[in-house]
């Protein structure tokens, strides 16, 4: 960490004057309350949704989201399992070690999971939710598909991995539906496997053997 750096992190799960960010990550696109991201959090909060900011003297530079695997925004299954919808840290404020903190922020918080899980990409042309940026926070691979988008970069082949880091000796290792992965995501805009509502595709990824 660099001398004299002021760090905040804060949970805005139910904070109305951060409600913007509960609708919006920190990719440039304007704040809306999307139908379906607002379908999600009134059903993911009951059921202990979290969403939290990093805060590098006085500016939002990162985030965190999770839930327990009923309530997260992957097709992911286990017991006492937490479920990191994704985590983000601006280039600029590289060099705090601040994705570090941001998970430790969660496991502190849910205390009683058994593991952490998440998802993983690799080859694809997004920056975010990359494989070897999992593995160095300690998620390790249990399970992969190879598939490519139907609409975007339609020769461009990427893995999907479903990634594990335990916590308890007796953890269990989670599980994953892939034809569920193959239909993308809806609960954020800026994720690398949004599903838009046009066109109206059931499933947004075809497999590789189905290539």
């Known amino acids: 960490m660099k001398p004299n750096s002021e760090i905040t992190i804060v949970d805005i799960t139910k904070n109305s004057k951060c409600e913007k960010y509960l609708y919006r990550c920190l990719a440039p696109i304007p704040f809306r309350k999307y139908r379906k991201r607002q379908k999600y959090l009134e059903t993911a909060i009951p059921k202990g949704f979290h969403k939290k900011l990093i805060i590098l003297n006085r500016e939002i530079v990162g985030q965190i989201e999770y839930a327990p695997a009923e309530a997260s925004g992957y097709p992911i299954k286990g017991d006492k399992v937490i479920v990191m919808n994704c985590i983000w840290v601006l280039r600029k404020a590289k060099g ?101 509502e046009k066109p109206n595709l059931k499933e947004i990824l075809v497999t590789n053997a189905e290539v």
Not at 114 to 134: C, D
Not at 149 to 168: A, D, E, N, S, V
């Open 96 to 196: 705090h070690n601040l994705g570090k903190q941001l998970l430790n922020s969660m496991m502190k918080s849910e205390k009683n999971a058994a593991s952490f899980v998440t998802i993983a990409l690799e080859n694809h042309w997004s920056p975010w939710m990359k494989r070897e940026q999992m593995e160095k926070l300690g998620f390790q691979p249990l399970d992969s598909v190879k598939v490519r988008h139907k609409t975007k970069h339609k020769g461009q082949r990427f893995k999907i991995y479903l990634m594990w880091l335990p916590t308890t000796k007796n953890a269990k290792p989670p599980s994953w539906d892939k034809a569920k992965v193959l239909e993308g995501v809806d609960f954020c805009l800026a994720h690398p496997l949004y599903h838009p």
